[in-house]
Structure formats: structure tokens, C-alpha cells
């Protein structure tokens, strides 16, 4: 079965000072891996998405992504946080198999929240 | 544009009702989607459905039911309104993907739906 594990539930950094969001993924097949935020009350987009290129993904914000294999992870990370960075991330996986009807699993999320 | 659109935005009704809620894309897709998102954030698929088949997630109760006119537009309909119902209710589309792979799935803004 594939699934997705947020190990954050809630994540507080200060202004300026570098974010780590972590994932980790289970998949019997080479994965899709994606990143969405969802800010209040709005709905989700998407941050960036690795599918099997290169394994440092760069997105929108300043965000990046590293897909390690051996770790099975897929962690969000931005050097410098900002105050509108404050939202609700999402980190998902869709498997690449035909059955997989191209839908996508969610983790359960991991709140961002920015002091300044 | 929005390029995913939903109405209403906000639904207030009492248990037992029937409601509907309504979903628009105007990105030429093909596929199109209904998420529930529960009160803990977490985001599960309901329905995908394109011009050719319906993929119901079998743990959606039959008295929710997908209504496509056209391709533009798949509207979820709900019968006999619980109190579990109530949640964010988010409407995606895509362009279809072969054998799995994925197209970004474009979200719309999301109806929170009340249940009294």
C-alpha cells in the first residue's frame, strides 16, 4: 500500500531562519512525490513535484525538496522563512502504476507557523 | 479567471437535508475531482471522474453522488445530510494522465460545509 508520514504536526521557526519540513513515503513503485500548501481559509497549491528527474527539486517561494531513495524521504526545506510562509503543508504521494487512476494521497499535514 | 471555481463558498444546513455543491474548471481538462478535508486537515479522495469512467473511493457512502453535465463541470450532490458530513469539501481537475502518470491536479478555493 502506499502511504505518506508527516512527522511534524506543527512546525514554529522564527523570521529569517531556515524551515525543514519532514516527509517520508512508502511505495511498492517508483513514486510521484508532491508538495502542496494551503493557506487559511484558501485553497491548496502546488509547491513543486519530483517525478523521477532530478532528485533536488527546486519550487515555488524559495522552496526546495530532496527525494532520497535509500531514506524513502521527500523533506520540504527553505533557507530563510518569512512571515507569509505561515500555511498548512501537505506533503503527497501518487503511485506510478496504471491502476493508480492518477489520485493523489495525502499526508496529514504540517502547520507552519512563522514568528517574527 | 479562476481557473477552478466552486459555490457556494460557505453551507449551513440542518441534518436530514439534500445539498449540492457546485464545481467549475475552465483549464480545458479533462479529469476532475472531489477531496474531503476533515476537521484535522486531512484530505482524502472522494471521486475522480473523466469523460469515460467514474472511480468512486469505496469508503464514500452512496448518498454522495458525482453529476458531470459536461466536462467543464462536476458538481457533488448529497442526500440525507449527517452531522459527519461536515467538513471542506475541495474540487480539483487535470488533464488525464496514461498509465498513472501524474498531471498536476489545479484545486479550487474549497466549500466548508456545516451540518446541524
Known amino acids: 500500500a502506499q502511504s505518506v508520514t508527516q512527522l511534524d504536526s506543527h512546525v514554529s521557526v522564527s523570521e529569517g531562519t531556515p524551515v525543514l519540513l519532514r516527509c517520508n513515503y512508502s511505495?511498492?513503485?517508483?513514486?510521484?512525490l508532491f508538495w502542496y500548501v494551503q493557506h487559511p481559509n484558501k485553497g491548496l497549491q502546488l509547491l513543486l513535484k519530483y517525478t523521477s528527474a532530478a532528485t533536488l527539486v527546486k519550487g515555488i517561494n524559495g522552496f526546495e525538496a530532496e527525494f532520497k531513495k535509500s531514506e524513502t524521504s521527500f523533506h520540504l526545506t527553505k533557507p530563510s522563512a518569512h512571515m507569509s510562509d505561515a500555511a498548512e503543508y501537505f506533503c503527497v504521494v501518487i503511485p506510478n502504476y496504471g491502476g493508480s487512476q492518477g489520485n493523489l494521497i495525502f499526508g496529514k499535514g504540517t502547520k507552519l507557523s512563522v514568528k517574527p | 479567471d479562476t481557473a477552478v471555481s466552486q459555490t457556494p463558498k460557505y453551507l449551513v444546513t440542518q441534518m436530514g437535508n439534500d445539498k449540492s455543491i457546485k464545481c467549475e474548471q475552465n483549464?480545458?481538462?479533462?479529469?476532475m475531482y472531489w477531496y474531503k478535508q476533515d476537521s484535522k486537515k486531512f484530505l482524502k479522495i472522494m471521486f475522480s471522474?473523466?469523460?469515460?469512467?467514474?472511480?468512486i473511493n469505496e469508503t464514500v457512502p452512496n448518498r454522495f453522488s458525482p453529476k458531470s453535465p459536461d466536462k467543464a463541470h462536476l458538481n457533488l450532490h448529497i442526500n440525507s445530510l449527517e452531522l459527519g458530513d461536515s467538513a471542506v469539501y475541495f474540487c480539483a481537475s487535470s488533464r488525464s494522465g496514461t498509465g498513472g502518470l501524474y498531471n498536476e491536479q489545479f484545486f479550487g478555493p474549497g466549500t466548508r460545509l456545516t451540518v446541524l
Open positions: 511505495s511498492s513503485y517508483s513514486p510521484s
Open positions: 483549464l480545458g481538462h479533462d479529469t
Open positions: 471522474y473523466n469523460n469515460k469512467e467514474l472511480i
